[in-house]
């Protein structure tokens, strides 16, 4: 799906003295088709502000230019959130740089001239990092659903019990009276159709389905649904 950083392009910073190297950039990636959109810092003030103002997708950083500096924009982009993927320009590179970089904090070291590798290596950190944000959102909104279950549950005078693949997996104290016991830990790891007549197991299997996501089914259940 397009987003609006899609649109105007996908913010790269250049941690670079020239500006010559923010154009070679921008032609090497336009050219495979990243619609980028370069940012160029010369200083480590200058990337302190560009990294905070622009929240940019990647950093390359021209590490022969200042090679003192790696340690620095390592633990700098590691206090961002989302943190983005480092690569490392050289104008030579072997196997033996490219292990001690990486080591350091770096995902990769390319160069200018290997463009094919250049453009590959951004398309995938790119995808990676992407990846990550995403798995980072769903993450939060899991912690916040748990935080808000908790609330819900602890709050209210219904019965409630949050199933997980028809597992119970917590219960308020009120759902927990209604079948006898005095702590709802006790019901942690039952099955829920336990608990139902066989009556109502075809209505609540039915219920189950249309919340199911993906291969996992949440279901908040109250006896007076």
């Known amino acids: 799906m397009a987003t609006l950083r899609d649109s105007v392009g996908v913010p790269l910073v250049i941690y670079s003295r020239e500006d010559d190297n923010l154009s070679a950039v921008n032609n090497i990636l336009r050219q495979a088709g990243h619609p980028v959109h370069c940012s160029r810092a010369a200083r480590l003030n200058e990337l302190d502000d560009t990294l905070n103002n622009l929240q940019p997708e990647m950093l390359i950083y021209f590490a022969d230019e200042k090679p003192d500096e790696l340690t620095t924009i390592v633990a700098r982009l590691r206090k961002q959130n989302p943190s983005p993927p480092l ?6 590179i072997d196997e033996q740089t490219i292990a001690r970089d990486m080591e350091s904090g770096a995902q990769d070291v390319v160069s200018l001239t290997h463009r094919n590798r250049f453009q590959a290596v951004v398309k995938r950190e790119l995808a990676a990092f992407r990846l990550k944000t995403s798995l980072a959102g769903v993450v939060t ?29 917590t219960s308020n104290p009120n759902w927990a009276e209604l079948f006898g016991y005095t702590d709802p830990q006790e019901l ?8 139902c007549t066989p009556s ?18 949440r279901a908040r259940w109250s006896p007076y649904d």
């Open 87 to 92: 690569l490392l320009v050289r104008s030579r």
């Open 141 to 169: 909104s899991a912690k916040q659903y748990r935080q808000e279950l908790r609330t819900l549950m602890e709050g209210s005078a219904e019965a409630i019990a949050d199933v997980q693949e028809g597992i119970i997996v």
């Open 188 to 195: 942690i790891n039952m099955p829920f159709m336990d608990y």
């Open 200 to 217: 109502d197991q075809p209505m609540i299997k039915g219920r189950s389905e249309e919340r199911r996501v993906g291969k996992e089914c």
